[in-house]
Nanobody, 124 residues
């Protein structure tokens, strides 16, 4: 059984940085994607960034391009999201997700496993 546990969230001022981590356990093949999604109160869950397990190609939401970086450390079985130049509109619960047979890495319903989330709050 795959388990995902996020950490690293917190409260920062606008312009600050945070690094989110997602520790994984259980078998995760080299197929498919790992991704970060976020959901703010009253809004739909949206894709932030995704990384292909094999080859490491990445996809980013337009709103975070140039500010966020997704990466994976296979030896440590950990997914990261480095977030720089944070804005108040980045405030949300951030979720780590794993999908094996992913066609569109930005669609939440293509991911089978989810973490519990870590809260990010950015104040102006």
């Amino acid at each position: 059984q795959v388990q995902l546990v996020e950490s690293g969230g917190g409260s920062v001022q606008a312009g600050g940085s945070l690094r989110l981590s997602c520790a994984t356990s259980g078998y995760i093949s080299n197929d498919g994607y790992m991704a970060w999604f976020r959901q703010a109160p009253g809004k739909e869950r949206e894709a932030v960034a995704a990384i292909r397990r094999s080859g490491g190609s990445t996809v980013y939401a337009d709103s975070v391009k140039g500010r966020f970086t997704i990466s994976q450390d296979n030896a440590r079985r950990t997914l990261y999201l480095q977030m720089n130049a944070l804005k108040p509109e980045d405030s949300a619960m951030y979720y780590c997700a794993r999908g094996q047979d992913v066609i569109d890495p930005t669609r939440a319903n293509e991911y089978e496993y989810w973490g519990q989330g870590t809260q990010v709050t950015v104040s102006s």
